[in-house]
């Protein structure tokens, strides 16, 4: 197997990109060439350029995608191969890259807690942005439910998975949120989506200084945001994607 180390990137967010300058940065110290490829969140495309690194005999690769059962096959094909396979978060793989999500979810929460209960009298509509569809990401959503449900002020008026998991997804969803619910108080889940639930927020008036925005991932927008101070963007927690990718 050729000594090159390959990397499937879904999209170009920020935590991808991380785990990207880590990969890139241990393949320099071993002396392997590096190639990464973007596939812009389309999961077919993603399958084929699997399936052109294996045809290229590559010594290992590491994947992701928001759709890991139309790429399964594909990373299967190159474990069979000999290579060695990384994913990040769900499988198959030879090893996978994961986070503590449950404690990742509970760290956001508390901070939304502490919002509600100094800034909002303890009472809040809740709207939860999840990823349940994919397993090894509900841990941190099932901490969200936990320790709101400790709250009796907090209502969760809803609690979905986006449909994709993007901003454009976040504001869709949002957008159908607000005909219902137009009085939101806090907005949890990735970055990605809440970023565009608080574009949908902004679009139909509906943003408060007051509101807690918070998610996951260290976004550049949402750091952005938070920077800003006096918005509804309150809170993101990072992880360190270098260094996973490094590790792997």
Same mark, same amino acid.
């Given at each position: &197997?050729?000594?090159?180390?390959?990397?499937? #990137?879904?999209?170009?967010?920020?935590? &991808? #990109?991380?785990?990207?300058?880590?990969?890139?940065?241990?393949?320099?110290?071993?002396?392997?060439?590096?190639?990464?490829?973007?596939?812009?969140?389309?999961?077919?495309?993603?399958?084929? %350029?699997?399936?052109?690194?294996?045809?290229?005999?590559?010594?290992?690769?590491?994947?992701?995608?928001?759709?890991?059962?139309?790429?399964?096959?594909?990373? #299967?094909?190159?474990?069979?191969?000999?290579?060695?396979? $990384?994913?990040?978060?769900?499988?198959?793989?030879?090893?996978?890259?994961? *986070?503590? %999500?449950?404690?990742? $979810?509970?760290?956001?929460?508390?901070?939304?807690?502490?919002?509600?209960?100094?800034?909002? $009298?303890?009472?809040?509509?809740?709207?939860?942005?999840?990823?349940?569809?994919? %397993?090894?990401?509900?841990?941190?959503?099932?901490?969200?439910?936990?320790?709101?449900?400790? &709250?009796?002020?907090?209502?969760?008026?809803?609690?979905?998975?986006?449909?994709?998991?993007?901003?454009?997804?976040?504001?869709?969803?949002?957008?159908?949120? &607000?005909?219902?619910?137009?009085?939101?108080?806090?907005?949890?889940?990735?970055?990605?989506?809440?970023?565009? *639930?608080?574009?949908?927020?902004?679009?139909?008036?509906?943003?408060?200084?007051? %509101?807690?925005?918070?998610?996951?991932?260290?976004?550049?927008?949402?750091?952005?945001?938070?920077?800003?101070? $006096?918005?509804?963007?309150? *809170?993101?927690? *990072?992880?360190?994607?270098?260094?996973?990718?490094?590790?792997?």
């Amino acid at each position: &197997l050729a000594r090159v180390l390959a990397y499937v #990137q879904e999209n170009d967010r920020e935590f &991808l #990109q991380g785990v990207g300058n880590g990969l890139s940065l241990a393949a320099k110290n071993r002396n392997l060439e590096y190639k990464s490829v973007i596939v812009e969140n389309d999961a077919t495309k993603a399958a084929k %350029q699997i399936d052109l690194f294996r045809a290229a005999k590559v010594g290992a690769l590491i994947g992701t995608s928001s759709n890991p059962a139309v790429i399964s096959h594909s990373l #299967q094909e190159v474990i069979w191969s000999g290579a060695f396979v $990384g994913t990040i978060v769900p499988p198959p793989a030879t090893l996978l890259l994961n *986070a503590p %999500q449950y404690e990742t $979810g509970k760290v956001l929460t508390d901070a939304a807690i502490a919002h509600i209960i100094t800034k909002l $009298g303890g009472k809040a509509n809740v709207v939860l942005l999840t990823q349940d569809s994919m %397993q090894y990401l509900s841990p941190r959503f099932t901490a969200m439910r936990n320790e709101l449900d400790k &709250l009796p002020g907090v209502t969760i008026v809803a609690d979905i998975t986006p449909d994709p998991v993007s901003k454009e997804g976040g504001f869709s969803t949002m957008n159908t949120i &607000l005909l219902a619910n137009p009085n939101i108080d806090v907005v949890l889940g990735s970055d990605s989506v809440v970023l565009g *639930a608080l574009k949908a927020l902004r679009a139909a008036h509906k943003d408060r200084p007051d %509101q807690f925005l918070g998610g996951i991932d260290g976004e550049p927008e949402a750091v952005s945001e938070i920077k800003k101070g $006096g918005g509804p963007y309150k *809170a993101s927690v *990072a992880l360190s994607s270098p260094v996973f990718g490094y590790a792997q």
